[in-house]
């Protein structure tokens, strides 16, 4: 009895402290676990999500003039309207823009998005959001959109701390909160 009692207490302090190493691995690495990017791919669309501070709009606008696609939906309440000027300011030209300005989450923009991409017979689009939502965005639009190809391509602002404000921390850390909630709330898996 009392072996099995020490064994258990050895085997969960050795759980407690991978899973503390685990912890601070993702407390000062963030970048490592949040960012999910493809690399260099093409596609029907491109998808770009509502938020940040416009910096999605402006990485959005990059890709579309290196060709990677004919076209850009927009997507989220908000501020689609804001994000389309930006896009025509950067080049893109107002009939390849179009706007999905009902969305008010993540689960909503792919939603609404893949409605529009099944409707229009698209088989594959790039995700643009920031570097920290972009793991779960890609595997929302991958969870309800099967049967299409999804690539990320997430913006890099602030991608080193040492600008971070605290606002910014807050949104980062928040995505270990949504991450999870998003794997038990709609099935949609991080992995």
């Given at each position: 009895?009392?072996?099995?009692?020490?064994?258990?207490?050895?085997?969960?302090?050795?759980?407690?402290?991978?899973?503390?190493?685990?912890?601070?691995?993702?407390?000062?690495?963030?970048?490592?676990?949040?960012?999910?990017?493809?690399?260099?791919?093409?596609?029907?669309?491109?998808?770009?999500?509502?938020?940040?501070?416009?910096?999605?709009?402006?990485?959005?606008?990059?890709?579309?003039?290196?060709?990677?696609?004919?076209?850009?939906?927009?997507?989220?309440?908000?501020?689609?309207?804001?994000?389309?000027?930006?896009?025509?300011?950067?080049?893109?030209?107002?009939?390849?823009?179009?706007?999905?300005?009902?969305?008010?989450?993540?689960?909503?923009?792919?939603?609404?998005?893949?409605?529009?991409?099944?409707?229009?017979?698209?088989?594959?689009?790039?995700?643009?959001?920031?570097?920290?939502?972009?793991?779960?965005?890609?595997?929302?639009?991958?969870?309800?959109?099967?049967?299409?190809?999804?690539?990320?391509?997430?913006?890099?602002?602030?991608?080193?701390?040492?600008?971070?404000?605290?606002?910014?921390?807050?949104?980062?850390?928040?995505?270990?909160?949504?991450?999870?909630?998003?794997?038990?709330?709609?099935?949609?898996?991080p992995f």
């Open positions: 009895m009392i072996r099995r009692k020490k064994r258990f207490l050895k085997i969960a302090a050795i759980l407690f402290a991978l899973l503390a190493l685990l912890a601070l691995a993702l407390f000062f690495f963030p970048q490592k676990f949040l960012c999910l990017d493809s690399g260099p791919s093409r596609a029907d669309v491109i998808i770009l999500l509502g938020g940040g501070n416009h910096e999605r709009a402006a990485r959005a606008a990059e890709l579309f003039n290196q060709r990677v696609a004919p076209r850009i939906i927009v997507s989220g309440a908000g501020d689609a309207e804001i994000n389309r000027r930006i896009l025509i300011k950067d080049g893109v030209p107002a009939a390849d823009i179009q706007l999905e300005p009902k969305s008010r989450t993540t689960r909503q923009n792919a939603m609404f998005s893949v409605k529009l991409l099944r409707q229009q017979n698209l088989r594959s689009a790039i995700i643009v959001t920031s570097w920290y939502h972009s793991r779960r965005a890609l595997h929302t639009f991958e969870h309800f959109g099967r049967g299409i190809k999804f690539y990320s391509r997430p913006s890099y602002f602030w991608y080193t701390r040492s600008g971070w404000s605290y606002e910014f921390y807050r949104h980062v850390y928040l995505e270990y909160l949504k991450i999870p909630g998003y794997w038990v709330g709609y099935g949609v898996c």
